[in-house]
């Protein structure tokens, strides 16, 4: 069955670290989104491509980086962690025009200390 | 920028009753979509119910139906028969529809429902 994967699940890492988590989708899906969710914040976005080697930033896209450079993947970079992005981070993908609906992965927890 | 709003934390239900959660949304737009997502405590996000603001009638998925008011700009879920299952976190979000393609998912803030045996 097509699936959407995130790696690692739970990282602890230091302040000022770099720290990429992976997202990898066997749909073959265009759209790949990536949202952050917080307590009493809901999810919010943080990146989004609709396509190979496109990339747009979400509402909150300070301190994040992603690239897009096969259909499969979008990995999300830290490039500097800071503990304000101690977080919950959803990677997400769709790929109809039409329905919208988005297939979730399971989430990576981050604790930046 | 569009907003969504679920203006109730937390809510609780006794099992077998039914329980609606209340969204609004701020839009000028007229071709867009909503939904429902399940949030269980395993985290994994789960698609409920969508609605088209084209159509009318509000849609249905077994124990689950939509109170859509495009006018009051107003989107409720209604659960019946609650079961223990369905405590979960629930979020309702927002998708403006182009022709050229989707926009990404807005989100509320959610509503944390418990079902109590």
């Known amino acids: 069955d097509a699936e959407i994967t995130q790696s690692p699940r739970h990282k602890i890492t230091e302040t000022g670290r770099q720290v990429t988590l992976a997202c990898h989708q066997t749909w073959n899906h265009n759209n790949m989104f990536w949202y952050r969710q917080d307590l009493g914040h809901g999810l919010r976005l943080i990146h989004y491509?609709?396509?190979?080697?496109?990339?747009n930033k979400g509402e909150v896209s300070d301190g994040y980086s992603v690239s897009r450079s096969n259909t499969e993947d979008l990995p999300l970079t830290l490039e500097s962690a800071a503990s304000s992005q101690t977080s919950v981070y959803f990677c997400?993908?769709?790929?109809?025009?039409?329905?919208?609906?988005?297939?979730f992965g399971e989430g990576s927890r981050l604790t930046v200390l | 920028a569009q907003t969504v709003t679920q203006s109730q934390p937390e809510m609780s239900v006794q099992e077998a009753e039914t329980v609606t959660l209340s969204c609004t949304y701020d839009t000028s737009e007229n071709n867009y979509y909503l939904f429902w997502y399940k949030q269980p405590p395993s985290r994994q996000m789960i698609l409920v119910i969508r609605?088209?603001?084209?159509?009318?009638q509000n849609a249905t998925e077994n124990r689950f139906s939509v109170n859509f008011q495009k006018a009051a700009k107003s989107f409720s879920l209604k659960i019946s028969d609650s079961q223990l299952g369905d405590t979960a976190m629930y979020f309702c979000a927002f998708m403006k529809h182009m022709n050229s393609g989707n926009t990404p998912l807005v989100f509320g803030k959610g509503t944390r429902l418990s079902v109590i045996a």
């Open positions: 997400a993908s769709s790929g109809g025009q039409n329905t919208g609906e988005l297939f």
């Open positions: 609605q088209e603001a084209y159509k009318q």
């Open positions: 491509s609709y396509g190979v080697q496109d990339t």
